[in-house]
């Protein structure tokens, strides 16, 4: 079993709806939680960091952790065609990140 | 910039070839990382550095790969005798203590 478990997709959406990504995790001792875009051929970037349970907002982006299900979310809002990228989450106990295999997403003008 | 930055962007060379890529971090972090990444995968990673110690080397990591951080600064991943295998996208990440991982780039290599 993996550490980390993401849906692959690929998932396709009109624009202005509202996306939902999640990821799945095996090790309580993951305490921090990433999300990251990446677009063809470019490093991952950073777009969302927490590390308890609960939302944290942040414009149209909004993470979810939920510890003890050992469930995380991203939600965009009023999704654009600019937001066509692959969303990977991240987790860390410690020192290693982990990472699922990404997210495939495609917003449709 | 102040971002991570990674020298060069892409790299072709001949099955058999020695490749070596440089990564400079965010000045002010002390945390580097190495990952890879093939299609449709996730970095995985490779070698973790706090200053200059090498502190985890993944199984990945064989022995033709070597990655230093002589000064706690910049850091370079070297491939020895590359092999058709190792194409791939070479990440460099840094952070500080509280785990906000920034990543640059990357390198892509083709091993042809």
């Known amino acids: 079993q993996k550490e980390v478990e993401q849906d692959p997709g690929p998932l396709s959406v009109p624009e202005g709806a509202i996306v939902s990504l999640n990821c799945t995790y095996s090790n309580s001792a993951f305490q921090y939680f990433m999300w990251y875009r990446q677009y063809s051929r470019k490093g991952p970037e950073l777009l969302m960091y927490t590390y308890s349970s609960g939302n944290k907002e942040d414009g149209r982006f909004t993470a979810q952790v939920d510890k003890s299900s050992k469930y995380i979310s991203l939600f965009i809002r009023d999704s654009q065609p600019s937001d066509s990228a692959t969303y990977l989450c991240?987790?860390?106990?410690?020192?290693?990140?982990?990472f699922g295999t990404g997210t495939s997403l495609t917003v449709i003008p | 910039d102040t971002g991570v930055s990674q020298d060069p962007r892409h790299k072709i060379t001949k099955r058999g070839q020695n490749v070596t890529f440089r990564c400079d971090p965010i000045s002010e972090h002390n945390r580097l990382y190495w990952y890879r990444q093939t299609l449709g995968q996730g970095p995985e990673f490779l070698t973790y550095f706090q200053n200059e110690a090498q502190l985890e080397k993944s199984r990945l990591l064989s022995d033709r790969f070597s990655a230093e951080r002589p000064k706690g600064s910049f850091s370079t991943l070297e491939i020895q005798r590359t092999e058709q295998g190792d194409s791939a996208m070479y990440l460099c990440a840094s952070s500080t203590d509280t785990g906000e991982l920034f990543f640059g780039e990357g390198s892509r290599l083709t091993v042809l």
């Open positions: 991240a987790m860390m106990p410690g020192n290693q990140f982990y």
